[in-house]
């Protein structure tokens, strides 16, 4: 009998070891831990969007002096579209058409690192780094289309006359003109808290 008792508690402490393991280990890591990548990759495809497509809209029903006009003063709400409280997003460059568009010291690094990468022919790809623990950075590089080329390409071949004009009204220290397709021209830099 001693010896059957014996043998119980044996078993209980058994289970009750591998019981309490279980439950230490994280149960469904997917269901806790946002996918911030996959959430960085849809925030700035579906941002580049809503961008681009009030752009083409505008530049084919009023031209693009037009959409310089309106891209100065929509271009920040538009890019706000999916951001919240917890959510933030920047577009940046190191040649930036708006003042307020300019990379802080770390961006900076970021496109410097982008722009060899892509004089290096290697391929560009999105990141994500956490630099204080409850916050989680997305970087991931803006690349030049051929539609982007009547506002940020060869001011003498690429831009016409009346949009040089209308950008440099509106943006008397606009660096960001003398791109090729392909180039990096920015930055997505969201920020999760
Ligand atoms: C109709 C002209 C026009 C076209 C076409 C255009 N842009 Fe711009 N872009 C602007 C203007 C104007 C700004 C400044 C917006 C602001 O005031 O925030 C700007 C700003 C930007 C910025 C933010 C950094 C900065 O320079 O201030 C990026 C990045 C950018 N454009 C990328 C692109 C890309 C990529 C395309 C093509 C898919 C494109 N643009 C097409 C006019 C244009």
């Known amino acids: 009998m001693r010896n059957l008792i014996y043998h119980i508690s044996i078993l209980a402490m058994i289970s009750m070891i591998l019981g309490c393991k279980s439950t230490t ?29 009030a752009l083409k809209a505008k530049i084919a029903a009023e031209g693009f002096p037009a959409a310089i006009s309106y891209c100065n003063t929509e271009a920040k709400t ?68 051929p539609m982007c080329m009547g506002c940020h390409g060869d001011p003498q071949k690429d831009i016409a006359t009346e949009t040089l004009k209308a950008i440099k009204e509106k943006y008397p220290n606009d660096k960001a003109t003398g791109y090729k397709t ?8 969201i920020t999760f808290k």
């Open 25 to 53: 280990q994280p149960e469904n890591v997917a269901d806790v831990v946002p996918d911030y990548m996959a959430m960085g990759d849809s925030i700035s495809k579906k941002t580049f969007e809503a961008l681009s497509e």
């Open 78 to 145: 538009l890019t706000d579209t999916y951001a919240s409280g917890s959510i933030t997003i920047k577009r940046t460059s190191l040649k930036p058409r708006n003042p307020s568009n300019e990379p802080d010291e770390m961006e900076k690094k970021i496109l410097e690192n982008y722009q060899s990468a892509k004089e290096n022919g290697d391929t560009l790809t999105p990141f994500l780094k956490t630099y204080v623990s409850e916050y989680t950075h997305y970087f991931k590089p803006i690349l030049l289309q």
């Open 182 to 189: 392909g180039d990096v021209r920015g930055l997505w830099h």
